[in-house]
């Protein structure tokens, strides 16, 4: 069967690529005679995967040698939990509320410590990000929490030169990062969980500098504190091997597309073409303010949404599946991460600007 063009938001589509070649090494990995998912966590074999895995991702992202990369479980949602647990060491915590994502983060972090909420951009319908010069920053903050992508209503802070640097900033990256070069040193703390734009679920990647280690509060499970995660390379229990070898295939098949520069102007063409066909004309409408569109979730509505079941089933017809918008939202939503080939998105464009045509 051919496959579909798949918008879901998470878990996302995967490069063809990567798929063949987990396919091709699925029962017999490298000649070893077994699948990776049979292999010991602690064996030679999975040993090179995971550390090609950290090595590639570090080459990706020029990650710094002062960051410890951490493999772990739990996806991004405990890490609203774990982040606290680790930083917050008996003083309190800023966080910056712009989406469904960062509001859950600071709610968690609540049972953990002392936390502010010091802005909250919900009263707009979540459609931008706070200008920094005007908040109420506290100098002496654990940390700066803030997401970077907020995957359900499309708000990307694009302009990394903008943020605060008087405390550690702390940000879910879950579904952009990887999208576009990043500047790893700007943050304390980066974590993401897998399913977006890196692998499979399972997996949830940490990059934490190092003299953020070794805070944790007393009572923080032992599995949950990061440094004895990076004294241990991930491997303090057993690893969710699978999804770290398949995050290892991705890695290196964004190195064979030219590295996340390249991906950048990729991503940058793929959300030109749906943004262009919603802004066009009033039939589709985004509400986010242009500057904070993300290249990676594109949500929209129809003007007239007793329109939006033909859509949704026409669509189909397409190949293009996965597009029905967040519950909480409605309308629409094409993610288009980094294994949505442009081919991909032009048939939504086309399709969209068709539907148009027949239906405006
Ligand atoms: C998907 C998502 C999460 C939740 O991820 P899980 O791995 O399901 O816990 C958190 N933050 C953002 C920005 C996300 O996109």
């Known amino acids: 069967m051919e496959r579909i063009y798949n918008f879901s938001a998470g878990p996302a589509v995967l490069p063809r690529e990567v798929l063949e070649q987990a396919s091709d090494e699925l029962m017999n990995w490298h000649g070893c005679g077994m699948s990776v998912m049979e292999m010991s966590h602690r064996g030679k074999e999975f040993t090179s995967i995971l550390e090609a895995a950290e090595a590639d991702l570090r080459t990706l992202m020029a990650i710094p040698a002062n960051y410890k990369v951490l493999f772990l479980q739990g996806g991004a949602t405990l890490q609203f939990a774990q982040v606290p647990m680790n930083l917050l060491a008996g003083g309190s915590a800023d966080y910056i509320v712009t989406g469904d994502w960062s509001k859950k983060a600071c709610k968690e972090a609540g049972h953990y410590g002392t936390v502010r909420q010091v802005v909250t951009t919900e009263a707009d319908g979540f459609t931008s990000f706070p200008t920094w010069s005007g908040l109420d920053l506290n100098p002496d903050a654990a940390y700066l929490h803030l997401c970077t992508n907020e995957t359900i209503r499309g708000v990307e802070v694009l302009d990394f030169d903008s943020l605060p640097t008087a405390v550690p900033l702390v940000a879910d990256m879950s579904s952009h990062i990887l999208s576009r070069p990043m500047e790893v040193s700007r943050f304390g703390l980066i974590y993401a969980g897998a399913q977006k734009n890196i692998g499979p679920a399972g997996v949830c990647l940490v990059l934490i ?26 491997m303090l229990n057993t ?47 985004n509400p986010v303010q242009p500057a904070f569109r993300s290249r990676m979730n594109v949500p929209f509505t129809l003007r007239d949404p007793s329109l939006d079941e033909t859509f949704l089933a026409q669509a189909r017809q397409h190949g293009i599946l996965q597009i029905k918008g967040h519950k909480s939202v409605g309308g629409m939503r094409a993610s288009i991460y980094n294994a949505m080939p442009l081919e991909g998105v032009q048939a939504l464009a086309d399709f969209m600007a068709d539907f148009e045509q027949k239906h405006g």
Do not use: C
């Not at 007393?218 to 990076?230: E, F, S």
């Open 209 to 234: 500098r190092d003299d953020l280690l070794g805070k944790a509060a007393v009572g923080t499970p032992t599995l949950l504190d990061y440094a004895v995660q990076a004294e241990n390379h991930s």
């Open 239 to 285: 690893p969710p091997t699978f999804s770290i070898y398949m995050a290892g295939l991705v890695f290196k098949w964004l190195i064979r597309q030219g590295g996340l520069a390249a991906m950048e102007q990729v991503n940058i063409k793929k959300a030109g073409l749906l943004y262009d066909v919603i802004t066009r004309t009033g039939f589709y409408h």
